[in-house]
């Protein structure tokens, strides 16, 4: 590089340096924002299929214990 040039590079790389950092503080935000709200949602999801199963355990039991459900040998035949 010929030393004329040599003050407008390292101004240029100055440049580019901070503009990095600024746009390197900017996107490392956006990402941490995102994976805040990945978190959450997978968590919600989670409950969700957590609620889903303990309902399908209470409908299990209700058909179970409900009165119009008895099994055949349980039944008794009017004489």
Known sequence: ???GQTHEFNRYIGL????????G?????LI???IDK??????WYVALKLW??????IRRIVQVTRPGNRSPRATTRPR
């Open 1 to 3: 590089m010929p030393s």
């Open 16 to 23: 580019m340096n901070g503009a990095n950092l600024k746009i």
């Open 38 to 43: 990945l978190e959450l949602r997978f968590a």
């Open 52 to 57: 889903e199963e303990q309902i399908d355990d």
């Open 25 to 29: 503080t900017i996107y490392i935000l």
């Open 32 to 34: 941490e924002q995102f």
